[in-house]
């Protein structure tokens, strides 16, 4: 099971440096081109074997202008609602603030395990100054100097220390597990009480988990599967739901977690930058993709022109990744919702699929041979030989090559196209590997 660490604090007390210095050392997922804002605020951590979602919340208040008590109260309440662990970071420098206190005062009443992270120690003479957050009353506060990195590693074995016990869940079988994901009010409770339908009795939840439940397993129309629920679709919190950057953070979760995602998109409205945050989190994890255009039933003219650009617009907002399916679909009427799974699960067989080597290398080899990858400094850069990994999360390819380092990234663009061409890996990302021969 994934945890989730939550950052929460005040403005300029160093959240985002303590968040790219717990990350990056460590970090081989956050990868610049995806130009989404929000990249900058969700990591993984892998710290002495045990990895955890680090979530900078300060990142996800949507205008970060008005930054009263209540943006702050709403982070602190969604870390509080989300999270396994709580940093709460304070400023050795400033001392403490009123908002610090009333962050404090929640954070008490939560029974959540806390950290205070004293931040701007940047050097020893003021490790003292920080016995002044002992009157939080949330245990000793924790030196470290976001910007120079010191005693960060100290920090990170607290935080692997206080991380609940691995509750690794049992899962009966290995089933395809899918997530369905998009903004409120995309339509995702509305498709998933149309798959369970009246028939409540062919869903079996599975218990012990942190979070109500979250697999639920499902079979129905001949297929077998386990659905995972967004955190949160049953229970409605405390929290008013209307707050976008809740649905990124209750995603999180249910993507980690899941085989295949089911992006939905509301026809009315078309992909806004949220669906793109949503995305960008997908991608970051290496999972399938089902994008599905829902209330389709609210669209008036239907035809194959109208389909057609609905289809390259999306395609063009999610690009570099385009081979991916696009449904068009109704939860409400119940329109196209099996072919729902039915291709979700055609996904998962993608990500599962094998290549023979010699397959492989009978169709690669050619085109390679034809469009080689560009010479460097008059030396001719030879690729000998391919073969797929053994199945890991997501179908890899490795070429042997004699001068791996440069062949750059658009010639990797063009092997994996190349390999889309002539093998069904639609909806699954593809890992291209150069290694030396």
Same mark, same amino acid.
């Not at 002992?134 to 920090?155: E, K, M, Q, T, W």
């Given at each position: 099971?994934?945890?989730?660490?939550?950052?929460?604090?005040?403005?300029?007390?160093?959240?985002? $440096?303590?968040?790219?210095r /717990? $990350?990056?050392?460590?970090?081989?997922?956050v990868?610049?081109?995806?130009?989404?804002?929000?990249?900058r605020?969700?990591?993984?951590?892998?710290?002495?074997g045990?990895?955890?979602? /680090?979530?900078? $919340?300060?990142g996800?208040v949507?205008?970060?202008?008005?930054?009263?008590?209540?943006?702050?109260?709403?982070?602190?309440?969604?870390?509080?609602?989300?999270?396994? !662990?709580?940093?709460? !970071?304070?400023?050795?420098?400033?001392?403490?603030?009123?908002?610090? !206190?009333?962050?404090?005062?929640?954070?008490?009443?939560?029974?959540?395990?806390?950290?205070?992270?004293?931040n701007?120690?940047?050097?020893?003479?003021?490790?003292?100054?920080?016995?002044?957050?002992?009157?939080?009353?949330?245990?000793?506060?924790?030196?470290?100097?976001?910007i120079?990195?010191?005693?960060?590693?100290?920090?990170?074995?607290?935080?692997?220390?206080?991380?609940?016990?691995?509750?690794?869940?049992?899962?009966?079988?290995?089933?395809?597990?899918?997530?369905?994901?998009?903004?409120?009010?995309?339509?995702?409770?509305?498709?998933?009480?149309?798959?369970?339908?009246?028939?409540r009795?062919?869903? $079996?939840?599975?218990?012990?988990?942190?979070?109500?439940?979250?697999?639920?397993?499902?079979?129905?129309?001949?297929?077998?599967?386990?659905?995972?629920?967004?955190?949160?679709?049953?229970?409605?919190?405390?929290?008013?739901?209307?707050?976008?950057?809740?649905?990124?953070?209750?995603?999180?979760?249910?993507?980690?977690?899941?085989?295949?995602?089911?992006?939905?998109?509301?026809?009315?409205?078309?992909?806004?930058?949220?669906? /793109?945050?949503?995305?960008?989190?997908?991608?970051?994890n290496?999972?399938?993709?089902?994008?599905?255009?829902?209330?389709?039933?609210?669209?008036?003219?239907?035809?194959?022109?109208?389909?057609?650009?609905?289809?390259?617009?999306?395609?063009?907002?999610?690009?570099p990744?385009?081979?991916?399916?696009?449904?068009?679909?109704?939860?409400?009427?119940?329109?196209?919702?099996?072919?729902?799974?039915?291709?979700?699960?055609?996904?998962?067989?993608? %990500?599962?699929?094998?290549?023979?080597?010699a397959?492989l290398?009978?169709?690669?080899?050619?085109?390679?041979?034809?469009?080689?990858?560009?010479?460097?400094?008059?030396?001719?850069?030879?690729?000998?030989?391919?073969?797929?990994?053994?199945?890991?999360?997501?179908?890899?390819? !490795?070429?042997f090559?004699?001068?791996?380092?440069?062949?750059?990234?658009p010639?990797?663009?063009?092997?994996?196209?190349?390999?889309?061409?002539?093998?069904?890996?639609?909806?699954?990302?593809?890992?291209?590997?150069? %290694?030396?021969?």
């Amino acid at each position: 099971m994934g945890n989730i660490v939550a950052i929460v604090g005040r403005p300029n007390v160093g959240k985002s $440096t303590l968040f790219n210095r /717990l $990350t990056q050392s460590h970090q081989a997922i956050v990868n610049d081109e995806a130009g989404t804002t929000r990249d900058r605020q969700y990591g993984k951590v892998d710290w002495t074997g045990r990895e955890f979602s /680090l979530i900078d $919340t300060g990142g996800w208040v949507v205008n970060s202008e008005d930054v009263f008590e209540e943006e702050i109260n709403k982070q602190v309440q969604v870390a509080i609602e989300e999270a396994d !662990v709580i940093l709460f !970071v304070v400023d050795v420098l400033n001392g403490i603030t009123d908002l610090d !206190v009333e962050v404090a005062k929640i954070l008490r009443r939560s029974k959540k395990p806390v950290i205070v992270v004293a931040n701007k120690a940047d050097n020893y003479e003021l490790h003292p100054s920080a016995a002044e957050f002992y009157s939080f009353g949330l245990g000793d506060p924790f030196c470290v100097s976001a910007i120079n990195g010191s005693y960060s590693g100290d920090l990170l074995d607290k935080i692997v220390e206080t991380l609940p016990d691995d509750k690794t869940e049992v899962l009966e079988e290995e089933l395809p597990r899918i997530a369905i994901i998009g903004r409120p009010n995309a339509g995702k409770s509305s498709l998933i009480n149309a798959f369970i339908g009246e028939e409540r009795h062919i869903v $079996t939840d599975i218990a012990g988990t942190t979070r109500d439940s979250i697999y639920t397993k499902y079979n129905k129309f001949d297929l077998n599967f386990y659905l995972v629920d967004t955190a949160g679709i049953r229970k409605k919190g405390k929290v008013n739901e209307d707050l976008e950057y809740y649905s990124v953070i209750r995603s999180i979760r249910a993507i980690e977690n899941s085989d295949v995602c089911v992006l939905m998109v509301d026809a009315t409205r078309g992909i806004e930058s949220q669906d /793109l945050n949503i995305f960008s989190l997908v991608q970051k994890n290496k999972k399938g993709l089902v994008v599905c255009v829902n209330k389709w039933d609210l669209v008036e003219e239907k035809s194959q022109v109208v389909i057609d650009s609905y289809t390259n617009a999306i395609r063009e907002r999610l690009a570099p990744f385009t081979d991916f399916p696009i449904l068009f679909i109704s939860a409400l009427t119940k329109q196209r919702i099996l072919k729902v799974l039915e291709t979700a699960k055609e996904v998962y067989d993608n %990500r599962q699929k094998r290549i023979p080597t010699a397959k492989l290398n009978e169709i690669m080899l050619p085109i390679i041979e034809n469009y080689p990858p560009p010479a460097w400094k008059g030396k001719y850069i030879k690729i000998k030989y391919i073969t797929q990994l053994p199945v890991g999360a997501v179908p890899s390819f !490795v070429f042997f090559a004699n001068l791996p380092q440069w062949i750059k990234e658009p010639y990797k663009r063009f092997l994996e196209n190349k390999i889309r061409e002539n093998w069904d890996f639609t909806g699954t990302p593809i890992n291209i590997f150069i %290694r030396e021969k």
